[in-house]
């Protein structure tokens, strides 16, 4: 070792760099990462705002009117569901709806609300088991000329003898307060 000709320590050799200087190196070479990592993160919280947004607005807006299609074609019968008051993860909850009078058929059915609750999970494993709860039901029935009181067409879909469905669907239906 040397002393500097002012006495104040070594000097510092050319072919060892400082520790500061390697960090400087070192910082530099980090830096493109922490931006592409700032830039993917940024990318990720907007898909997710994005998604959750898109997902509010469908439920809110969409999903009753497309339920009450789909359940009006199936029972070829005019089906009204109320608006979308509550949606978990677990389930949804419609406010009053009805299925009301036609021409043909005098039948009447009118709900103050229609919660379904379901397991997500399951459709993991190709199973759908809602459990439907009707609360404060009001249902007119009238017998027709067959003596039948409830007849019921459903237009589903057909699939070939002995197939596996793609989902199978087994739903658990509760009347609540009934009238």
Request: hydrophobic share 40%; no cysteine.
């Amino acid at each position: 070792m040397t002393n500097s000709p002012n006495g104040q320590g070594p000097e510092p050799n050319e072919s060892n760099p400082l520790p500061l200087e390697t960090g400087d190196r070192g910082a530099r070479r980090q830096r493109p990462w922490g931006r592409i990592a700032l830039v993917l993160g940024a990318i990720a919280v907007l898909t997710g705002a994005g998604s959750v947004w898109w997902a509010w607005m469908f439920v809110n807006r969409q999903l009753s009117p497309w339920a009450s299609r789909t359940l009006s074609e199936t029972l070829q019968r005019p089906v009204e569901l109320g608006a979308v008051e509550r949606v978990s993860p677990f389930g949804v909850r419609f406010g009053p709806s009805a299925v009301p009078a036609t021409e043909a058929d005098a039948d009447t059915l009118y709900v103050d609300s229609i919660h379904v609750g379901f397991n997500p999970l399951q459709l993991l494993r190709r199973r759908f088991h809602p459990h439907i709860t009707v609360s404060g039901a009001q249902l007119y029935v009238e017998q027709d000329a067959d003596g039948q009181w409830v007849d019921l067409d459903l237009d589903l879909p057909e699939r070939e003898p002995g197939a596996d469905p793609f989902i199978a669907v087994n739903p658990t239906i509760r009347l609540d307060q009934v009238s």
